[in-house]
């Protein structure tokens, strides 16, 4: 690799326009506690493209930086050279709100975005921990999901298309910006959670929605996570207006309700949207169904209800410097009841305190925990019991000391040969976020 002063003048050959960021802010885009030795920030599409060029060059490593709050995810980097900052691409490119679509540049918070979408009575289905931090192209390439994803899917569930900058220098496009143009969508899915060992994500098209007229929260308390579990899926079943289904341990809900918490029991928090009439049905069934497990029921007022969302989706956000650790499991609905039992009775083994936060209609269960080196462990333990019911088990963020004793992606993946392969394609000098990746890409 070049030296310093080299790569840096060969960025600014490249891309006149990129403003490099001064060395006193490098450690803003610290990576497990690696720094790199330039931050730039480009002006545009064709910009990144060179600037990635360049690095490439010079045998550069680059990491893609957005808002930062999916960065303590995925492996320690390799090598890390440069912080290719893309928040000076932040524009809303186009909005047909006729055609319920939407252009925006990858460095747009979402926080931005949606009051942009609201003045015409829209919004983009997506929601992620610390809104007005978090950018488009971060939370695409990380792939992130919160609890709208119950109902709504998955980032690339609502995408159209996008264009990326490769290390080649070229910036290419997949797909298009209407609905019915679905051309080269699969390339679309091939970046969507690749974080940044690829390309770099420099504009996204969406599909967009009208907001609900109404939206309530209601929660119920239970008196163990199985009969919860139940009443989750009975509820599910229904095809209500549930747009979040979140099923909270005690300590889980006891640091997200505040107030609202009742002592050692599980909660039931569901987000209901739609008419208005379609809300007070779902809020009846959800009584009835929740009522006749047991449960006692409460609601919120809808100024509380948006502070207990964001702390629900912020449950797994930690510093680096911090002994916590916050894991993903990924099995069959039918699986969840067992694994919640099972995990629950693991950490009480070990004496570490665990925070769940389950989906249990799509599979996902979040546990949170802190104890330094005593973690491991339980990570060992509980990634063994999610595999024994048929499904896995990642690292979604821990502090760089216990990186380097955790597989944070549980091994290779089925399709490790392919990715090899269309790494090598697309990223030849291994350029981009090496290491980061399932599989050390």
């Known amino acids: 690799m070049s030296d310093n002063g080299t790569l840096k003048a060969s960025i600014k050959a490249a891309a006149s326009r990129a403003s490099i960021v001064p060395r006193r802010r490098l450690p803003d885009y610290a990576v497990d506690g690696l720094l790199p030795q330039i931050a730039v920030s480009p ?93 488009i192209g971060g939370i695409l390439a990380s792939n992130a999901g919160g609890p709208w994803r119950h109902a709504h899917g998955w980032p690339r569930d609502w995408l159209l298309g996008m264009r990326v900058a490769l290390p080649d220098g070229n910036v290419i496009k997949s797909g298009g910006r209407v609905v019915k143009n679905v051309a080269g969508y699969d390339m679309g899915k091939l970046f969507t959670g690749s974080f940044g060992t690829l390309g770099v994500i420099v504009e996204a098209a969406f599909k967009v929605m009208p907001l609900p007229p109404a939206r309530a929260t209601a929660v119920a308390f239970f008196k163990s996570s199985g009969v919860a579990v139940r009443a989750a899926m009975a509820l599910h079943a229904r095809n209500l207006r549930v747009e979040s289904l979140d099923l909270l341990s005690a300590d889980a809900a006891n ?45 919120l007022a809808p100024e509380q209800a948006e502070t207990v969302w964001q702390r629900v989706r912020g449950l797994g956000l930690q510093t680096p410097d911090r002994d916590a650790l916050t894991l993903r499991a990924f099995l069959l609905p039918s699986k969840v009841a067992p694994f919640l039992e099972s995990a629950e009775s693991t950490a009480r083994a070990r004496d570490l305190p665990l925070q769940i936060d389950a989906r249990p209609a799509l599979g996902a269960v979040y546990c949170r925990t802190a104890g330094g080196e005593r973690v491991t462990v339980l990570v060992r333990e509980l990634r063994e019991l999610a595999g024994s019911l048929g499904g896995g088990l990642v690292v979604e963020a821990c502090a760089t000391s216990l990186k380097s004793q955790i597989d944070v992606w549980g091994g290779s993946r089925p399709d490790a040969v392919l990715m090899t392969r269309v790494k090598g394609a697309l990223d030849a000098r291994r350029t981009m976020s090496p290491g980061r990746f399932v599989g050390g890409l």
């Not at 930062?68 to 932040?90: E, Q, S």
């Not at 569901?270 to 609601?299: D, Y």
């Open 255 to 299: 640091a997200v309700l505040v107030d609202h918490a009742k002592g050692n029991l599980w909660c039931l928090l569901a987000a209901i949207a739609g008419n208005r009439g379609a809300v007070e049905r779902t809020l009846r069934e959800m009584a009835a169904i929740c009522t006749g497990e047991g449960a006692a029921m409460a609601s």
């Open 43 to 135: 002006a545009n599409a064709e910009e990144t493209a060179a600037v990635l060029s360049a690095a490439a060059s010079c045998e550069a490593a680059v990491i893609p930086w957005g808002g930062g709050t999916a960065m303590a995810t995925g492996g320690i980097p390799r090598r890390y050279d440069v912080a290719l900052d893309v928040t000076r691409l932040n524009r809303v490119v186009e909005h047909v709100a006729e055609d319920l679509t939407v252009v925006v540049q990858a460095g747009a918070r979402l926080q931005e975005l949606q009051e942009h979408l609201a003045h015409r009575g829209q919004y983009l289905p997506l929601d992620s921990p610390l809104p007005e931090r978090a950018t």
